[in-house]
């Protein structure tokens, strides 16, 4: 027998925040997992919104290609404020 | 615990220095408290034995509905009621956080359910003992709810990332369901004294299996060394049983109930409770298929399964018919 397939989950949980991953769950289509997602994942007011996504539509990057990836970023640190000390004469900048 | 005895395959713990440069890297993440993600290299002996673990975690979850459903429509109130169902429905949910971080290790919910259903792959011990007055209701919530907590809260800080999440989830639930227990548990223990007769009459029944969820001593087996290795259990059997016994023995002296061991007392030494022998063939029996409600829970659940067959299929052809019209639609415009 064929299964269901797998959706993955994404609650909007106040106003004003993104979406978040919160798990994932099997339904025949996007509508039934949308009514699931309702009651696996916000049964105590968790959330204002749903997205649900195919499982099997979400590429993701690779562990291997971490270095790759964000290594960039770490020898960057200029990007962050903090980097630039600021004189405790000039306070809230 | 909710998953008791779970074997790690291996027959000794390897030393860093005996590991491939992968089995190395892979000990140093963990030892360094560095989640594990799905898709990281992972030693095919954690990756079934981290499946094994959920699984049968998972089944409790699912298998653990029935006893508490025997008492839905009997509830004495409405409150009771709707309080149970709602605990009822956190089981399900917790079974499938736990399911989906399953298949995050490449195997399907189906396969692993059917695992269940053929008898393969063992649910916690606890769910094999029936529920025969209302007070069992709320010596479940405040007893084997309290032990699942008790071996949940570290499992939140488990190697493995989806697994640890799940516990997250559950956890913050556990505690509505352990103390809507207590509170059921004291209100009858407050009771007339045929209800405050009912709670003693269920601590009595439920005490010994509830110490008997953490599993038999494992100090010195390898399986469980090579999943504290692991990081996939934190604590052994005997540190998480004493946990609670030296928790809920002062919860029952306030209700006013005995817990049934006589040589249950306080060691000023120690400064633990000391507490009388487990019957382990009992529970040698339970587990091996033999406890009182062991062919009655899974039949039950086959029944379910094969009941909603029909529905399963019903609504994977409702959605292939809906997505085939939607494909025709589209050409036609
Ligand atoms: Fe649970
Ligand atoms: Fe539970
Ligand atoms: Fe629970």
């Given at each position: ?93 | ?29 963990i030892?360094?408290g ?123 800080r488990c190697s ?67 999943s504290m290795q692991w990081k996939i259990k934190i ?99």
């Amino acid at each position: 027998m064929k299964e269901w397939p797998l959706w993955e989950v994404f609650i909007r949980s106040q106003h004003g925040l993104a979406h978040k991953h919160v798990g994932s769950l099997h339904a025949p289509d996007a509508e039934m997992a949308i009514n699931n997602a309702r009651d696996v994942y916000t049964r105590r007011n968790e959330g204002l919104s749903i997205w649900v996504v195919p499982a099997s539509e979400v590429s993701a990057s690779s562990p291997a290609d971490k270095e790759a990836l964000f290594e960039p970023a770490n020898n960057k640190i200029y990007r962050h404020p903090t980097f630039f000390p600021v004189p405790e004469e000039v306070k809230h900048m | 615990m909710y998953a008791q005895m779970v074997d790690t395959g291996v027959k000794r713990v390897q030393g860093l220095d005996e590991m491939s440069a992968e089995e190395r890297a892979f000990q140093e993440r963990i030892d360094a408290g560095i989640k594990i993600e799905a898709k990281d290299w992972m030693p095919e002996g954690y990756r079934r034995t981290l499946i094994r673990q959920i699984s049968q975690h998972a089944h409790s979850e699912i298998v653990g509905q029935l006893p508490e459903g025997n008492w839905v429509t009997r509830a004495p109130s409405l409150k009771r009621k709707a309080i149970l169902l709602a605990k009822i429905q956190d089981e399900a949910g917790h079974g499938l956080y736990l399911y989906s971080a399953a298949e995050t290790l490449g195997v399907t919910r189906d396969q692993v359910y059917a695992d269940l259903l053929s008898g393969k792959v063992k649910y916690s011990s606890i769910f094999n003992y029936p529920t025969t007055n209302w007070a069992d209701i709320g010596t479940v919530g405040w007893l084997v709810d309290g032990a699942a907590i008790m071996n949940q809260i570290p499992l939140c800080r488990c190697s493995y990332g989806p697994y640890s999440r799940a516990m997250v989830r559950v956890c913050k639930e556990e505690s509505f369901h352990q103390r809507q227990g207590y509170d059921l548990v004291m209100t009858m223990a407050r009771g007339t004294p045929e209800q405050k007769q009912m709670a003693q009459d269920a601590l009595n029944r439920w005490w010994w299996p509830a110490l008997m969820m953490f599993g038999p001593p494992d100090s010195d087996s390898v399986h469980s060394a090579q999943s504290m290795q692991w990081k996939i259990k934190i604590l052994s059997n005997d540190e998480l049983r004493q946990k609670f016994v030296d928790q809920t023995v002062p919860q029952a002296e306030y209700l006013g109930l005995t817990v049934p061991d006589p040589e249950l007392k306080w060691n000023e030494d120690t400064g633990h409770y000391d507490f009388g022998e487990i019957d382990w063939e009992e529970f040698r029996q339970v587990v091996a298929g033999n406890g009182p409600c062991n062919r009655d829970r899974l039949r039950t659940r086959v029944k379910a399964w094969d009941d909603g067959a029909w529905f399963r299929d019903a609504l994977l052809a409702h959605a292939e018919k809906k997505s085939e019209r939607q494909v025709a639609a589209a050409k036609a415009a």
